[in-house]
C-alpha cells in the first residue's frame, strides 16, 4: 500500500523559506514519479515541482528560480525547498507519486493526473 506523509510546512514571512518534506512507503520509491502539487482556497489546483526516476525536474514559471524539488532515495524521502517565498505562495501542499509506467513528462502541468497523494501540509507567507 502506497503511502505518503507530508512535513515542514507551516508559517514563514514573505521572503523567507521552508523545506517540506514526504515520506514515502510501500512501493519501489526510485522507479516513480513524483512531485509538489498545491491548492489554495477558491484556486485551482497547481503542480509546482516534478521529479522523474532519473532525477530530472520541471517547475512552472510561478516558481522556477525560487523552489527546487529532490529526493533520497535511500531514506525514500522527497523535498521541496521554497526559498523567497511569496503571500500567493500560500496554499496547501501535497506531495504526489505515479509510477514510471505511466509517463513523468510534462506531468507536472496536469496536476489532476497524479495517482497518489498524501495529506498535505499547510504554508501560509504572510507580507
Known amino acids: 500500500q502506497v503511502q505518503l506523509v507530508e512535513s515542514g510546512g507551516g508559517s514563514v514571512q514573505a521572503g523567507g523559506s521552508l523545506r517540506l518534506s514526504c515520506a514515502a512507503s510501500?512501493?519501489?520509491?526510485?522507479?516513480?514519479?513524483m512531485g509538489w502539487i498545491r491548492q489554495a482556497p477558491g484556486k485551482e489546483r497547481e503542480g509546482v515541482a516534478g521529479?522523474?526516476?532519473?532525477?530530472?525536474?520541471s517547475y512552472p514559471d510561478s516558481v522556477k528560480g525560487r523552489f527546487r524539488v529532490s529526493k533520497d532515495n535511500t531514506k525514500n524521502i522527497l523535498y521541496l525547498q521554497m526559498n523567497s517565498l511569496k503571500s500567493e505562495d500560500t496554499a496547501m501542499y501535497y506531495c504526489?507519486?505515479?509510477?514510471?509506467?505511466?509517463?513523468?513528462?510534462?506531468?507536472?502541468?496536469?496536476?489532476?493526473?497524479?495517482?497518489?497523494w498524501g495529506q498535505g501540509t499547510q504554508v501560509t507567507v504572510s507580507s
Open positions: 521529479i522523474d526516476s532519473g532525477g530530472s525536474t
Open positions: 510501500g512501493y519501489d520509491y526510485s522507479n516513480y514519479c
Open positions: 504526489a507519486a505515479v509510477p514510471w509506467n505511466w509517463g513523468c513528462t510534462g506531468r507536472v502541468f496536469r496536476p489532476h493526473e497524479w495517482k497518489y
